[in-house]
């Protein structure tokens, strides 16, 4: 799996977005981009993912690149329960490469009132 | 449809005891996997079961350490002769095939005196 780059720590004002951005400059073209969070003492929370075309569910939406070799996460309306680590992982989602998760350091977001 | 779940939460023991966790996947979700995760650090994989077969190991997973999934259904994870570095959070996640989401469960957090 590419590897990827996230910021150790970003603080956002509750109820502004939060954009969480992540490097994977040697993303391959076959990979996605997975992103999940962990909130303190919980198991990690699939957020979204995307190859190449943005991407929006309820809980976010994915900006990925032109050339794919950066995404961001955007948090539209963080809340202080939105604080957790982030983290950007980049994977083949089927076949044998695809049967675990890579997990880098991820991004450390303190929502703050 | 009510999650992973983990049992225990938490688990206290005495290194050279021999532990034994219970993950109970997404019914109908037929690959479970585990994964650990020390203090600071983002979850590494251990191994990875499709029903009841173990197709995948980690080089994580000593030979102190074994997993089953009998009947493809709800797995274990056994350490044996308990250490103080085997201290850490152990995760269990599930996924469908043909979805390759993987959701985790709360995880057990083990701590070896």
């Known amino acids: 799996d590419a590897k990827t780059t996230q910021p150790p720590s970003m603080d956002c004002a509750e109820g502004r977005a939060a954009n969480l951005p992540c490097n994977h400059s040697t993303i391959s073209g076959n990979e996605y981009v997975y992103w999940y969070r962990q909130i303190h003492s919980q198991g990690p929370q699939y957020i979204i993912h995307g190859l190449k075309n943005n991407e929006t569910n309820e809980m976010a939406s994915l900006i990925i690149t032109e050339d794919r070799k950066s995404s961001t996460l955007i948090l539209p309306h963080a809340t202080l329960r939105d604080t957790a680590v982030y983290y950007c992982i980049v994977r083949v989602p089927w076949g044998n490469a695809g049967n675990m998760l890579t997990f880098g350091g991820g991004t450390r977001l303190m929502v703050k009132p | 449809d009510t999650g992973v779940s983990q049992d225990p939460r938490h688990k206290i023991t005495k290194r050279g005891q021999n532990v034994t966790f219970r993950c109970d996947p997404i019914s109908e979700h037929n690959r479970l996997y585990w994964y650990r995760q020390t203090l600071g650090q983002g979850p590494e994989f251990l191994t990875y079961?499709?029903?009841?077969?173990?197709?995948?190991k980690s080089r994580l997973l000593s030979d102190r350490f074994s997993a089953e999934r009998p009947k493809g259904s709800f797995s274990t994870l056994e350490i044996q002769r308990t250490e103080q570095g085997d201290s850490a959070m152990y995760l269990c996640?599930?996924?469908?095939?043909?979805?390759?989401?993987?959701?985790f469960g709360p995880g057990t957090r083990l701590l070896v005196l």
């Open positions: 996640a599930s996924s469908l095939d043909g979805q390759e989401t993987q959701y």
């Open positions: 079961f499709q029903n009841e077969a173990q197709l995948e």
